[in-house]
């Protein structure tokens, strides 16, 4: 967005809320992540491939801690609901903080993100 002089607003505010957004978990994809953890995904080894397969230019920064552990025994498909309220807005960077929840306990904590304004 762009006001009267020229000059570009941002579109956020802080305090503004995301629709949550909810993640099913398999063990096939937990047996991904595991795989992927250990740098033998090429998203993880070579910045090029990550931003083909539509890692996000305007992500400075992010960072989260797991807290619980997300269960997810064989045979069965578990939830994860994310939700993110702007904290910060500059004319720069936008920060987000993020919670993400499991069974309705937070398995996240900490978790931030810093976009492109």
């Known amino acids: 967005m762009v006001n009267a002089g020229g000059a570009r607003m941002s579109t956020f505010t802080v305090g503004q809320e995301f629709e949550p957004k909810s993640y099913r978990v398999t063990r096939e994809l937990l047996v991904a992540y595991a ?3 250990g740098d033998q995904n090429p998203i993880h080894q070579n ?3 990550a931003k083909s397969v539509g890692s996000s230019a305007a992500i400075r920064d992010f960072s989260a801690r797991f807290t619980k552990p997300v269960v997810v025994p ?3 498909t578990v939830e994860v609901l994310f939700s993110a309220k702007v904290s910060e807005v500059t004319d720069a960077t936008v920060k987000l903080d993020i919670t993400a ?3 309705g306990e937070k398995v ?3 978790t931030k993100a810093l976009f492109r304004n």
Request: hydrophobic share 40%; aromatic share 6%.
């Open 47 to 49: 910045e090029e491939f």
């Open 74 to 76: 064989a045979g069965v």
């Open 108 to 110: 996240l904590g900490m």
């Open 35 to 37: 795989n992927a953890s």
């Open 101 to 103: 929840t499991c069974n």
